[in-house]
């Protein structure tokens, strides 16, 4: 949205676009209101990224309004927690939009793209965490990483992790997505010396109490530098690594 603003304002500079014509390009700014949804068009220019629909207990149409929307205002659009009706209504509406099934998202990327920031390794304990790690790993490469995915390397097997050291060593962020006890962001904390993002998921048995149990363990962590999110929350993991890459943080 930047981008678009500063390339519209140099070109009312130019001559070459009428102001009267700029008003009315800039005419949803900074909410659009569609009825079902107020849409916050002024959010790139806040914070940095636009607004992200979360798809979930909304109907398809809506999500499509919502998307076609933010796609003529930005270039692109990224959705989260969709289900099977709705990623196929947005790919029927949006031949080129990149559907993750297992992500549950769906993607429209911006062009040009967005800048690369960084690097984010994506790390979880077992394969059923990998639908919470995919999720983080796609907002993460929307929102402009590198992404690494490490996934089934957790303590159970503590050799899978030491062996898989090297794939993220020099990454900016680690995203450690884990179930169960919610150990392996510890176990990562005490390895490396990069900001760990840790994501709690509400896989494990009764105990588990649909992710609390991982969810305090991880938050007891005596590994220095480790942000915990909420319980599967895969999109504010990725966020958060967004803003700490950002920041310009120091590369090896």
Request: with cysteine.
């Amino acid at each position: 949205m930047k981008a678009r603003l500063e390339a519209l304002l140099e070109a009312v500079a130019a001559g070459t676009v009428s102001p009267a014509s700029a008003l009315d390009q800039l005419r949803h700014l900074p909410v659009e209101n569609i009825g079902d949804a107020r849409i916050d068009h002024h959010r790139a220019l806040r914070s940095g990224r636009a607004e992200v629909v979360l798809a979930s207990h909304k109907t398809a149409a809506q999500v499509v309004a919502i998307a076609e929307r933010l796609a003529l205002a930005q270039g692109g659009f990224l959705c989260t927690r969709i289900n099977a009706e709705q990623g196929a209504a947005l790919a029927a509406r949006f031949p080129a939009v990149q559907i993750n099934d297992v992500a549950r998202t769906a993607w429209l990327p911006v062009n040009p793209p967005v800048p690369v920031l960084g690097s984010v390794a994506v790390v979880t304990a077992g394969t059923s965490d990998i639908p919470v790690a995919e999720e983080a790993a796609v907002v993460a490469q929307a929102f402009g990483a590198r992404v690494v995915r490490v996934f089934d390397a957790g303590v159970a097997g503590l050799h899978r992790i030491l062996a898989a050291r090297p794939e993220f060593d020099g990454v900016d962020v680690v995203i450690v997505v884990a179930g169960m006890e919610g150990a392996l962001p510890s176990v990562v904390g005490g390895l490396i010396g990069k900001p760990v993002i840790a994501v709690p998921t509400s896989v494990g048995y009764g105990a588990s109490f649909g992710g609390i149990a991982a969810l305090l363990g991880m938050l007891n962590s005596c590994a220095e530098g480790v942000t915990v999110v909420n319980i599967d929350n895969g999109f504010g993991a990725a966020a958060a690594a967004a803003r700490i890459l950002s920041l310009g943080i120091d590369r090896p």
